[in-house]
């Protein structure tokens, strides 16, 4: 592992660090995340950036207190981690992924909470669970294509627990997509979705989530990405205007 250092992105240094995912400040996405991101901001969440001894940002991870988190989770005391992501393959399996483990866990121990908690999955747009069992972690519950894993701090603490999204997906007639700017993509994809709905004649309905509570009470387990049709989840994360073509050519021939 070459020399490297955690930055914590602040609602002061945003422009400068940037959050990532989408570097461009000018972006929609970016400037719908920002927003997003300096609202929550106040309530513990944190985006710190992994760089190189050049100074390139490599890595980055995103966690929050867990009453606040934006999945469908349930867990008092724990801290949760939204998102981490090592960029490029050159840098992957270099330990850089245990070292902002490392970093949330001494927040953790430092702000007294229980443990720490993620949500992971083998699927799209959220990080596999074998980073965090090689760190200790735990897989205590799965619902779908998602696990739950916990690391704890305080071992006497409860387990934390996923809600039960696929009870939810039944409230939702016709087609719906649900969406939170959490994801610095979503804005991207919901203006191409609403276009091609438009253009084929589909009344999307679409929601956007504007608060903790409401994406914890998300129709899937990634939360914040829904997209869903008379009751059935189509699609749990990011699409493309081209697989959203896809998916209603096929759907719409049942």
């Known amino acids: 592992m070459g ?31 920002n927003e997003w991101y300096t609202n929550r901001f106040q309530e513990g969440l944190r985006i710190r950036i992994l760089k190189n001894e050049a100074g390139k940002p490599i890595g ?25 992501f090592v960029y490029s393959n050159n840098d992957k399996h270099q330990g850089y992924g245990s070292l902002m483990l490392e970093a949330c866990k001494s927040d953790a121990k430092s702000n007294g909470y229980n443990g720490i908690c993620v949500i992971t999955s083998e699927g799209s747009w959220i990080t596999n669970k074998n980073i965090f069992l090689q760190n200790g972690y735990s897989q205590i519950d799965k619902r779908d294509r998602f696990e739950l894993l916990v690391k704890k701090i305080n071992t006497k603490s409860p387990d934390p627990t996923l809600n039960n999204w696929t009870l939810l997906q039944r409230n939702y007639k016709g087609w719906n997509l649900v969406y939170a700017d959490q994801c610095p993509w979503h804005e991207k994809s919901v203006l191409a979705l609403q276009s091609v709905a438009r253009e084929v ?54």
Request: aromatic share 10%; proline share 5%; with cysteine.
């Open 3 to 33: 020399h490297v250092h955690l930055i914590n992105v602040t609602p002061e240094n945003v422009l400068k660090e940037t959050l990532f995912c989408v570097k461009n400040t000018s972006d929609p996405g970016f400037i719908k995340k």
């Open 201 to 254: 004649g589909i009344d999307l309905k679409v929601q956007k989530l504007i608060s903790c509570k409401e994406a914890q009470c998300a129709p899937s387990g990634f939360g914040v990405f829904s997209l869903l049709n008379d009751g059935k989840l189509i699609e749990d994360h990011y699409l493309s205007e081209t697989r959203f073509r896809n998916i209603l050519a096929k759907e719409l021939k049942k």
């Open 60 to 84: 980055f991870i995103e966690y929050v207190p867990a009453k606040y988190a934006w999945r469908p989770i349930n867990a008092p005391s724990y801290l949760f981690i939204h998102c981490m």
